[in-house]
């Protein structure tokens, strides 16, 4: 291998590496968002928790597409709106079931492509 | 050395993804995860970009923005979010932030930005090193005098310059109220503004209303395009009224509305057009008695008058003749090509004792028409004009030679002692730096060079 295609190799397993973390982080965000809504016991998390669940959704909205994820970025930008638009806490349920099964895909897409060779 | 781009976000999830991008780029992220903390690191770090989230914790991407416009204007802002409001765009770049990308970001569309973004800085940052370049010279600094009369009026000058009164220099006809205007105004807080200078007097009769007020098409025979005026053209800046009492009194009139509206009516316009000027007006008159008698409107007097400095002549500025007469013979050689560093002792004593009723434009012209005459490598008597050395014998007893020195200027200095003085002294309040001391000289750099050689002049630093 030339030393571009060499780089190149290198350049696409450190971003592989970039993309687990990421998406260990979003297991633990999902985690997080549905301990907050379990909490709110039947309504929408407000005050502190709203912001932090508001927040977390937002987060991975802007993340999400940058790691090559879109479908991850698509379904928290639907969570957050449904979050600002006062939607029930079913339906902030049905939403972030969404975007947990979206970070789960992801995963899993990511553990069964082979990983670059890198000389 | 690595450029470091500062990173202002409170998702850590987001740092490696722009580490990663900005790294191919050639760039080190360095990170901040609140604006609070980000105004920390750019206390001691001098980052050559900002990617700024605006959903912050405590102080908003929003409030930074300005906030890092005014107190690190050199480094350009990219602003990174996922609140994609068009309005917001527009509120960013106003705010002064270069670029705006939505998240989820590209990344190599975010490499690019900021690439383009440090590239914007740099140049930002050489433009106003150019223009302080620039600048340099254009102060007080260019009133070459240390007499009593000049230091007075260069210290009231300096006071009304930081603000935005109207200032009127009186004074002869030469004695530098032209560069005593544009020092106000590259010392005032509108030196990026423009400086824009009309002679009242020298301009014909049928053109000085369009010159001052402009026109619109077809106002008058000839006026076949619109044209902005002078006070359009200062807008921001400094008009300078030269000759002012030469102005005639139907437009004394029109000036005064100026004054007091702050807008202007082209000739043939009814249209009303906001100006933002500072005016300083000069006259060689008795402006004042003028208009006690009705010969200059009284009312315009008083609001042109608000700060009156008066230029002292020539020959009530004891031994400034002298160090101006080593200024221009240093300009003039050097423009003409000329090595001419000394003054003949007749020569001399005839400059010093001459009255100079064109005061300091006189002395320049006659210097420099001695530099042209000489062939020598000092200006000689024979240089200079014939009514300097009738003066001067005159003065002196018929024996140029002979004559008894006045009592104020007992104390000889040699030429040569001066201009050693000069450079000196420029050297030393631009702490050696040879191009900003030629700069305030008017000088090259080689005759900078050539005459510390000379003087053996050491740094003292």
């Known amino acids: 291998m030339d030393d571009a295609t060499n780089k190149a190799a290198e350049r696409n397993e450190c971003f592989r590496q970039l993309q687990k973390m990421f998406i260990g982080a979003a297991v633990s965000d999902v985690s997080e968002m549905a301990a907050l809504l379990a909490a709110a016991d039947g309504v929408a998390p407000a005050g502190d928790a709203g912001a932090r669940f508001r927040k977390l959704a937002h987060d991975l909205r802007g993340t999400g597409g940058g790691y090559e994820f ?50 | 050395m690595t450029e470091k781009v500062l990173l202002v976000d409170d998702d850590p999830k987001l740092l490696g993804l722009v580490q990663h991008h900005l790294a191919e780029e050639g760039f080190e992220t360095i990170w901040a995860a609140s604006g609070e903390e980000a105004i920390d690191i750019l ?12 959903l912050l914790p405590g102080i908003s991407g929003f409030e930074l923005l300005p906030r890092f416009e005014s107190e690190w204007p050199q480094i350009p802002v990219v602003v990174l979010t996922a609140q994609g409001d068009l309005n917001k765009v527009v509120s960013c770049m106003q705010s002064g932030a270069v670029d705006y990308l939505h998240k989820p970001f590209d990344g190599t569309r975010l490499a690019i930005s900021v690439r383009n973004a440090t590239n914007q800085g740099q140049l930002k940052a050489k433009v106003e090193s150019l223009t302080t370049e620039l600048r340099r010279g254009e102060g007080f600094d260019t009133i070459i005098g240390e007499s009593a009369a000049v230091q007075k009026s260069i210290t009231l000058m300096r006071r009304a310059a930081d603000s935005d009164i109207a200032v009127l220099l009186g004074g002869e006809s030469g004695t530098g109220k032209e560069v005593a205007a544009r020092a106000i105004h590259a010392e005032s807080g509108r030196r990026t503004g423009p400086f824009v200078a009309i002679n009242c007097g020298a301009i014909p009769e049928g053109l000085i209303e369009s010159e001052l007020f402009g026109h619109e098409k077809g106002s008058f025979t000839g006026a076949i395009h619109s044209r902005s005026g002078c006070f359009e053209q200062a807008d921001g800046g400094t008009i300078f009224l030269d000759e002012i009492g030469d102005l005639r009194s139907d437009l004394q009139v029109r000036l005064l509305r100026v004054l007091q509206d702050h807008s202007i009516q082209r000739v043939g316009g009814e249209k009303e057009i906001k100006v933002d000027v500072r005016v300083v007006a000069a006259t060689n008159r008795e402006l004042k008695s003028e208009a006690a008698i009705g010969e200059f409107r009284e009312d315009l007097y008083y609001r042109l008058a608000v700060f009156p400095v008066e230029l002292p002549p020539l020959r009530d500025r004891d031994t400034d003749a002298l160090l101006l007469t080593a200024a221009f013979i ?54 200079l004009p014939l009514e300097v050395l009738e003066h001067a014998r005159q003065v002196g007893g018929g024996d140029i030679d002979t004559r008894t020195t006045p009592a ?10 001066e201009e050693r003085q ?22 090259g750099r080689a005759t900078i060079y050539r005459k510390i050689e000379r003087y053996g002049l050491k740094v003292t630093l």
């Open chain 2, 422 to 443: 000069i450079i000196l002294r420029a050297l030393e309040l631009t702490q050696w730096n040879v191009q900003e001391a030629s700069n305030r000289l008017g000088l």
């Open chain 2, 330 to 383: 240093l300009r003039f050689s050097e423009r003409h090509g000329k090595i001419i560093d000394g003054l003949a002792p007749e020569a001399r004593r005839a400059l010093q004792s001459y009255s100079w009723p064109g005061n300091v434009r006189e002395l320049e012209n006659v210097i420099e028409r001695a530099i042209v005459l000489e062939d020598g490598t000092s200006i000689s008597a024979e240089s």
């Open chain 1, 70 to 119: 879109p479908t991850i970025s698509d379904t928290a930008a639907n969570l957050e709106a449904a979050y600002l638009t006062e939607s029930s806490a079913e339906a902030l349920k049905q939403s972030l079931a969404l975007l947990s099964k979206a970070v789960d895909d992801a995963r899993q897409d990511l553990d069964s492509a082979p990983a670059s060779t890198v000389e």
């Open chain 2, 43 to 54: 206390a001691h770090e001098k980052p050559a970009a900002i990617i700024l989230d605006l």
């Open chain 2, 408 to 417: 104020s200027r007992e104390e000889i200095v040699s030429f040569e002692d």
